[in-house]
């Protein structure tokens, strides 16, 4: 039987920056099992790409705190791309409910020590975008140090880097079986054999709570279906600018390629493993496109292009990550509600921490262990996409 001192299974963005944060830290035993013949055909290939530390909570903008840093050296740090692009996030709020919550989190992400966010007026945003029919918009929240990565690439230099440094990747393996004994998990059965190991690591995405179940263990994380929308070349927007977030419906977009991608989460989509692109949202996304950019009246797009991904939800929309309630050895790194890319970095540091040491100063880990939904400690996250 084979031995790791630490398996992860799910070969994803959050599967491999936990790789790579153990290899940094000299665990070289590392085995990262992907059920797919490459890695990211789940949720990281599928991905928008944003970052952004623009959140409500203290826990997600620390966590954005340390990833977007990371993100701006990846290259330096791991000989490798990750095309991370500052170009910011800009929330346009069209009403003063909005703004006042903008003013608020703003307040929180300033005492937490982000630097680069500002409120906007409604006039400044008319001026830098005139295209946008802003009429409605009357200030909102720009953060400059927000902005996209190109997330295939950072997952492929997250494990890349893991690899070069002891780290070993089984491609086309399902994980079949969790064993366990008095003292937690022993083992991992695979469809290429058992590997033993004492830490298990759960990376599943929107398929973990079915890997959960075979430790025993009930995760709250359940699969929704986003569908993301790019167009064809487009040159009557500006390229340089940021995603752009229309508050009074959640219509949001960014540059990407020479053209654009549009995003809108459609409040009628119900949790399932739904991966096939809907047509009808073509319609829908356009509608809400043109009324907030004329402009894109005339964007091209063919549906063929646009794709559906699956974000991994949990009641309160913040991960759960830590070691499991009565499963000595199993590690959760699950739920990120549409945030898995950009907490990638601060998720690996918080993992590896919580494996090699018990703790982390990143952040207080207990506010997002898998306990707190039974104990009613639930923290809300409200800036959503």
């Not at 997600?60 to 490798?80: K, T």
């Not at 599943?204 to 995760?219: F, I, K, P, R, S």
């Not at 993301?228 to 990407?256: K, Q």
Request: charged content about 20%; some cysteine.
């Amino acid at each position: 039987m084979q031995t790791a001192d630490v398996v992860i299974i799910g070969g994803g963005i959050v599967g491999s920056s936990i790789a790579y944060h153990l290899t940094a830290n000299g665990c070289r035993n590392v085995l990262v099992i992907e059920r797919e013949s490459a890695q990211g055909k789940g949720s990281t290939g599928k991905s928008m790409g944003g970052v952004r530390a623009q959140f409500s909570t203290p826990v997600s903008i620390q966590m954005s705190l340390y990833s977007i840093p990371f993100y701006a050296s990846f290259d330096e740090r791991l000989g490798h791309p990750c095309d991370y692009r500052p170009q910011g996030y800009l929330f346009c709020a069209t009403t003063d409910q909005q703004m006042t919550y903008l003013r608020t989190n703003y307040a929180q992400q300033t005492k937490m020590g982000l630097k680069d966010v500002r409120l906007i007026a409604g006039e400044e945003i008319r001026s830098l975008f005139p295209q946008l029919r802003a009429d409605d918009i009357i200030g909102g929240s720009f953060c400059s140090s927000d902005g996209f990565v190109d997330p295939y690439s950072a997952m492929i230099g997250f494990m890349t880097w893991a690899a070069d440094h002891g780290a070993a990747l089984w491609r086309s393996t399902a994980v079949t079986g969790l064993t366990r004994d008095a003292s937690g998990i022993t083992a991992v059965e695979t469809t290429r054999g058992s590997v033993a190991s004492r830490k298990v690591v759960n990376c599943a995405g929107a398929w973990a709570a079915g890997v959960a179940a075979l430790a025993g263990v009930e995760l709250p994380v359940e699969p929704l279906r986003r569908m993301l929308v790019p167009s064809e070349p487009f040159d009557e927007f500006p390229h340089t600018a940021p995603m752009i977030v229309d508050m009074s419906n959640g219509f949001h977009f960014r540059p990407e390629a020479r053209g654009f991608l549009l995003a809108w989460n459609d409040p009628e989509e119900t949790s399932g493993f739904k991966t096939d692109f809907d047509a009808a949202f073509v319609e829908k996304i356009l509608t809400r496109a043109a009324d907030r950019v004329p402009c894109f009246a005339n964007l091209p797009v063919n549906p063929k292009r646009a794709w559906a991904g699956l974000y991994e939800m949990t009641p309160d929309h913040h991960p759960i990550l830590g070691e499991a309630p009565g499963v000595p050895g199993f590690f959760l790194a699950n739920g990120f509600s549409g945030h898995g890319v950009m907490h990638a970095p601060a998720t690996g540091k918080i993992v590896s921490d919580l494996i090699l040491t018990g703790k982390t100063d990143l952040i207080d880990a207990s506010l997002l262990s898998l306990s707190r939904f039974a104990e009613g400690r639930l923290i809300h996250e409200t800036a959503i996409l």
